[in-house]
């Protein structure tokens, strides 16, 4: 599976973004596709995911804020970023792992097998 993400740049602060994951390879029905970001200086953290079942999981920090979806037709996935801080600026990055039946998501980086090769976020005070 090969991910490739696109829609980052600069945005002000209070401001959006929408990034899209595009994958290609495999269908993306039974995989769990996550969101993470890595700030320079920081470890890679998990931003949002969602499970092949339409069920979504938010850190703390974005909660509110951002929305991930997906959709299976366009094997896609998406986060909608809303009232960005300038703590939000990372790269992000996508994330799949193929599941089976009823599965604990892990959300930590280890759990995934697939990465896209990050896409910056810049946001401006």
């Known amino acids: 599976v090969q991910l490739v993400e696109s829609g980052g740049g600069l945005a002000q602060t209070g401001g959006s973004l929408r990034l899209t994951c595009a994958a290609s390879g495999s269908t993306l029905d039974d995989y769990v596709l996550a969101w993470f970001r890595q700030a320079p200086g920081k470890e890679r953290e998990g931003v949002s995911y969602i499970s092949p079942d339409g069920s979504t999981y938010y850190e703390d920090a974005v909660k509110g804020r951002f929305t991930v979806s997906r959709d299976n037709a366009k094997n896609a996935v998406y986060l909608e970023m809303n009232s960005l801080e300038p703590e939000d600026a990372a790269v992000y990055y996508c994330?799949?792992?193929?599941?089976?039946?009823?599965?604990?998501?892990?959300?930590?980086?280890?759990?995934?097998?697939?990465w896209g090769q990050g896409i910056q976020v810049t946001v401006s005070a």
């Open positions: 994330a799949a792992r193929e599941v089976f039946g009823t599965v604990v998501v892990l959300f930590i980086p280890e759990w995934y097998d697939y």
